[in-house]
C-alpha cells in the first residue's frame, strides 16, 4: 500500500536536516539541485544497487505524478530507493539514542488524567537467500508501536501514533517534573510489548508479507518455467535432430549435436537454479522484535488537573463517549444500507474508524467519524487521519454525524482535505460548515 504523504512529509524534513536542499516545483513534485556528500557516501556503505545521483531534476512521492505533461520526468522515491534508504540510515544513526532514552508527549485529544507508555518495536522478515556479507536478505522491516497503561492494558497504537501528539511546552514542563515518572513506566516494559508483539503483530506482519509475495512468485515461477522449458524442449529436439543427420553424414557447420545438448542441459540447470531461488524467496523467516525507544503519553486532562484548570466539553465539540459511540452506531448502519460491509477498526489507530467492504469488488471504503452535539461548529482531526485522507483521495469519507438526544443525522464529505498540516502540528480544527459545503 502506498502511502506518499507519509513518506513525503518524513523525506522532505529529514533531507533538509542533513544539509539537503528540496524545493517544490509543481504540485507535489520537487527539484532537488544538490545531493550532499553523506548521503551519498551512506548509499555506498549500506550497499544499494542504485547510485544515488548529485541532483535531481524532479522527484515525486506519488506514482501518478512522475509523469506531467510538459515537465520533466520525475523520480519516484519510494521505500527500496536508494536515497529514501540512505536518509533513513543517516537519521537513526544520529538519533538512535535519543529515542532509547525516550521523551514525554502531550496526547490533546485525551482529557482522563491517565498516563500511557508508548513502547517502539523494530521488526524486520528475512527470506532464504544469502547477501553479499553472508547474512539472510531482510525483505520487509516495519517500526511498530504499542501503548501500555499503568493496569498492563496493551494495545497497539497503530501506524504513526507520534504525529498525534505534540512535545511538551516551556511552561508545562515544571508541572510535569512536578508529579514524576510513575513506577510502572520506569521499570522495563520491553518484555511485555515485546510479548504482545510476538502474539498479534508480528503474525500480522509475517501474512501480510505473504500475501504480497506469494501470487508474484508463483507468476514468476509459471512464467520462468513456460519460457524455459519450451527452450529446453527445442533444444533437446535440435539436439536429436542434429545426431540424426550426423549419423547419415550430413554435418550441421555451424553448429553439432553436442553443443545442441550442452545447450539444453544449461537451460535445464537454469530452470533449476531459479526455482531454487524462488523458493528461497517463498521462504521467509521473522525476527524476534526489539524495542528500540519510548515515550510517556501524557493525557491533557492530566496537565490541566495539576494546573487547576477546568476541561470546558464545548470547546471539542462535546466529543463524549456517548456522543462518538452513536455516532459510530449510526455510520455502521448508513453503511449497511448502502449495501456494504462495515468493519469497526477504531481500536486499530489505522487513520480511520470504518473500513467497508464493496461487495463483489473486495475494494475499500475508509471512513472517519466525527460525532458532534447538535449546534457544535468545529471538528478536530489529528495528523495521522489527515494524512490518510490524502494517501486514500478517492476511497476515503470523513462522517459527520450530528448527534440530538438519540437522533442523527449523518452526512459524508469526500476529498475534505486539500493539503498536508505543518510537520509540527498534531491536529487541526475545521469549521463544520465549511466542510458540508
Known amino acids: 500500500m502506498q502511502q506518499p504523504h507519509y513518506i513525503g ?22 527539484e532537488i539541485p544538490h545531493v550532499p556528500v553523506v548521503i551519498r557516501n551512506r548509499d555506498r556503505i549500506i550497499g544499494t544497487r542504485e547510485s544515488i545521483l548529485k541532483s535531481y531534476e524532479r522527484v515525486t512521492f506519488n506514482k501518478k505524478l512522475i509523469r506531467a505533461q510538459g515537465k520533466p520526468l520525475a523520480e519516484f522515491i519510494c521505500p527500496g530507493h536508494p536515497l529514501l534508504e540512505s536518509v533513513i540510515d543517516l537519521i537513526s544513526e544520529r538519533y538512535q539514542d535519543l529515542l532509547k ?38 525483505i520487509s522491516r516495519r517500526m511498530q508501536f504499542v501503548e501500555i497503561s499503568e493496569d498492563q492494558t496493551i494495545h497497539s497504537a497503530g501506524y504513526a501514533p507520534y504525529l498525534d501528539y505534540r512535545p511538551p511546552k516551556e511552561d508545562e ?8 515518572v510513575p ?23 509475517l501474512a501480510e508479507v505473504k500475501r504480497q509475495r506469494e501470487p508474484l512468485i508463483d507468476k514468476t515461477l509459471q512464467e520462468v518455467h513456460n519460457r524455459l522449458t519450451r527452450e529446453i524442449t527445442y533444444w533437446d529436439y535440435r539436439a536429436e535432430q542434429l545426431k540424426e543427420q550426423e549419423q547419415a553424414g550430413r554435418v550441421n557447420a555451424k553448429i553439432n549435436s553436442a553443443k545442441a ?6 537451460l535445464s540447470a537454469r530452470l533449476h537454479r531459479r526455482e531454487d531461488e524462488l523458493n528461497e524467496e517463498r521462504t521467509l523467516t521473522p525476527s524476534p522484535p526489539v524495542m528500540t525507544g519510548g515515550a510517556m503519553i501524557i493525557p491533557i486532562g492530566l496537565l490541566w488537573k495539576f494546573e487547576g484548570k477546568t476541561h470546558t466539553p464545548n470547546l471539542f465539540g462535546c466529543d463524549t463517549k456517548r456522543v462518538e459511540l452513536l455516532a459510530m452506531k449510526a455510520v455502521m448502519e ?7 460491509i462495515p468493519r469497526d477498526v477504531s481500536a486499530e489507530k489505522v487513520g480511520y474508524d470504518i473500513e467497508s467492504v464493496i461487495p463483489g469488488t473486495g475494494n475499500l471504503r475508509f471512513i472517519e467519524v466525527k460525532g458532534r452535539v447538535k449546534g457544535a461548529t468545529t471538528v478536530t482531526v489529528t495528523r495521522n487521519e489527515i494524512l490518510t485522507a ?3 483521495p478517492d476511497d476515503f469519507y470523513l462522517a459527520l454525524v450530528e448527534v440530538e438526544g438519540e437522533q442523527t443525522t449523518v452526512r459524508y464529505v469526500q476529498h475534505p482535505f486539500k493539503k498536508e498540516p505543518d510537520f509540527a502540528a498534531t491536529s487541526v480544527n475545521y469549521d463544520i460548515s465549511e466542510l458540508i459545503q
Open 9 to 30: 512529509s518524513f523525506f522532505l524534513t529529514a533531507f533538509r536536516s542533513l544539509g539537503g536542499s528540496i524545493h517544490e516545483r509543481e504540485s507535489d513534485r520537487y
Open 183 to 205: 513506577e510502572w513506566i520506569a521499570r522495563s516494559l520491553e518484555e511485555t510489548a515485546s510479548d504482545y508483539a510476538i502474539q498479534h503483530l508480528v503474525p500480522e506482519h
Open 101 to 138: 532514552q525516550g521523551a514525554i508527549f502531550i496526547d490533546e485529544l485525551d482529557t482522563s488524567e491517565k498516563i500511557r507508555a508508548l513502547v517502539i518495536l523494530e521488526h524486520s522478515i528475512s527470506d532464504a537467500s544469502i547477501t553479499r556479507t553472508g547474512t539472510r536478505r531482510i
Open 334 to 340: 448508513y453503511e449497511k444500507g448502502l449495501g456494504f
Open 390 to 392: 490524502l494517501n486514500k
Open 261 to 266: 545438448r550442452a545447450r539444453a542441459d544449461e
Open 173 to 180: 514542563l515544571p508541572v510535569i517534573e512536578s508529579f514524576g
